[in-house]
């Protein structure tokens, strides 16, 4: 395999002895036999050139086909940091519409619940000035069918100043009758609501009979407008409990997803620098 073909000296050199008359057979057997010997150390020379370009061809192509797995394992590092930058940016997304549409539920809550007590309060008052006038009414058919029941109304407290002048003998002012819903002084039925019955309790003066139903009846109404007014509180109360636990439960859940999308938005913005290096690493290869 070492033999380098007609053109190599050596062999040139033999065939110059050869064929020269003054050089002995013993030379040139000798020659023969150091070319020989030569010949081997080359060949054994070019086997262990063979095995180490063998071994580097075989070191070259498992750095080659780990070179191919780096890069594989890179393209599908990027991949997947791909994936997970648009993961979050979903998430974010979704979690800041969500917070949007939590504060615009939360404001029509309050909205409603305005205007729920603003008709509670409304019709609150219409019941107790309904009981007013009833009572009112109540206690005037009793000063005439039952003086025993019947109430006066309380004396008016006079002012320092009215007492000075009663105590100096003069006299007061005459006060102004109450005015208000028939002369009752009750006013909070006066805009938006239905006017007093007439006053038909002179219908009935004749008959005590007769009185006594009304009075039946008036003690019917107030009971069914007090069970009313007792029936609103509890339901003005359980929706203002509702509601109040509705806007905690929606500050709780709003402070949890605000601290989400700050969460993802760093994690959003490391994946974004792997990427960045997992390319640059990538065109370094």
């Known amino acids: 395999a070492a033999l380098k073909g007609s053109k190599d000296y050596r062999i040139n050199l033999i065939s110059l002895a050869l064929k020269g008359k003054k050089v002995s057979m013993t030379k040139v057997i000798k020659m023969v036999d150091d070319m020989v010997a030569l010949l081997g150390k080359e060949q054994a020379d070019d086997d262990d050139k063979k ?102 109304a309380p004396k008016r407290e006079l002012t320092e100043e009215e007492r000075i002048t009663l105590n100096m003998g003069g006299t007061l002012a005459p006060t102004a009758p109450p005015g208000g819903i028939a002369g009752t002084g009750v006013t909070a039925l006066l805009e938006g609501a239905p006017p007093p019955p007439p006053e038909t309790f002179g219908a009935y003066s004749k008959k005590s009979e007769e009185s006594n139903g009304v009075l039946a009846m008036i003690g019917s109404l107030v009971g069914d407008l007090e069970k009313e007014t007792q029936e609103m509180k509890f339901e003005e109360k359980d929706a203002q409990e509702e509601y109040e636990e509705f806007v905690k439960d929606s500050a709780d859940k709003r402070a949890g997803d605000s601290k989400s999308i700050t969460d993802k938005e760093g994690a959003k913005a490391d994946a974004e620098d792997a990427l960045l290096k997992l390319e640059e690493e990538t065109k370094g290869m």
């Open 51 to 152: 095995e180490e370009c063998e071994a580097n061809i075989d070191e070259t192509e498992d750095k080659h086909k780990e070179l191919n797995v780096v890069i594989a394992d890179l393209d599908k590092a990027t991949d997947e940091t791909k994936e997970t930058i648009a993961t979050l940016g979903d998430e974010i997304e979704a979690l800041t519409q969500g917070i949007k549409d939590l504060d615009k539920q939360v404001s029509e809550a309050t909205e409603t619940r305005k205007e729920e007590n603003s008709d509670f309060v409304t019709s609150l008052a219409a019941n107790n000035a309904a009981v007013e006038i009833l009572g009112f009414a109540k206690n005037r058919l009793n000063k005439f069918y039952n003086p025993k029941m019947y109430k006066e």
